[in-house]
Structures are given as C-alpha cells and as structure tokens.
C-alpha cells in the first residue's frame, strides 16, 4: 500500500482559561485554534515527511506568529509537537477486501476526517460483513486500486 507520513504540527499554551470557546479556523493563515481544558492549542500545517524526517521548526515558526497575530499577548509556547498520519496519494480512504482475500478488510486512510467518515465507514464494513455487493464506490475505495 503506498501510504507516506502527514506530519501535523500543534503548538500549546497552559493557561487557566483559553481565549475563546470553540474551535476556530482563521481561514486565511491556514490552521485551527482550539480551546482544550487548561491550554490553548494552534495546530495546523501538513507536510510529507516520513517518519524519520526532523521536524521542520519554520512550521512551528508559522503557527506561533498567526496565533500572535490574534492574540498578541500569549506567552511562550508550553510546549510543541509534530504528530503522524498515515496519508494515500489519491487523498481516497482505503476500504475493502484485501489480495488476501475477504479474510482480511482493510478501513484506513482517511485523512483529516477519520472521525467524520467512521459511521460511514462502519456501514461499508458491515455490508461486505453481510456479502452485500460492492458499488462503483466500493471500486473506487478499494485496496486494488493501486
């Protein structure tokens, strides 16, 4: 499976009461601002990286100038991290019966959305589950592809 390593940056603040009440995305510097308990936390930036690759600090760099450009009294950061996921080329989810047959379903690579498309994808599983047919969708997710 050709899968390459999204590697996402956060920057986090403690703080007793974050700045804002929901998540926010200032669309024009590209990345989220989210109140978490305790700490605000600015995340955002992607890049192909592998999983051996150093982070890349002017990435970090990105995010801390656009979260102080909204709030230009916060302090130092209280910490950073780059976290991985795995990613597919075409951007599509991979969904289906593997080479190895109906014994082994593969669900996986869905970017960004994970969350959002688990019910949908708990439904496409279970129908292959039941033996029910596959769909031009179905194909068009499917481990085969590559």
């Known amino acids: ?43 955002g930036t992607v890049e192909l990286g592998g999983l051996t690759a150093p982070p890349s600090p002017h990435r970090l760099r990105r995010l801390e100038e656009g979260a102080r450009a909204i709030f230009p ?16 080329p075409d ?23 994970g969350l959002t498309l688990a019910p949908a994808t708990a439904r496409r599983i279970s129908a292959i589950l039941a033996g029910g047919g596959l769909d031009g969708l179905s194909t068009a997710l ?3 592809r590559f």
């Open 1 to 43: 499976m050709p899968l390459d390593t999204e590697r996402g940056y956060h920057l986090e603040w403690d703080m007793a009461r974050a700045p804002l009440t929901r998540p926010t995305c200032p669309t024009a510097r590209g990345f989220y601002i989210c109140p978490m308990q305790g700490r605000l936390r600015v995340a």
């Open 73 to 88: 009294d916060l302090g130092a950061p209280s910490r950073s991290w780059m976290g991985f996921r795995p990613s597919i």
């Open 91 to 113: 951007s599509l989810p991979v969904i289906g019966p593997g080479r190895a047959g109906p014994a082994v379903l593969h669900a996986y690579g869905h970017g960004h959305i």
């Open 142 to 144: 499917s481990p085969h």
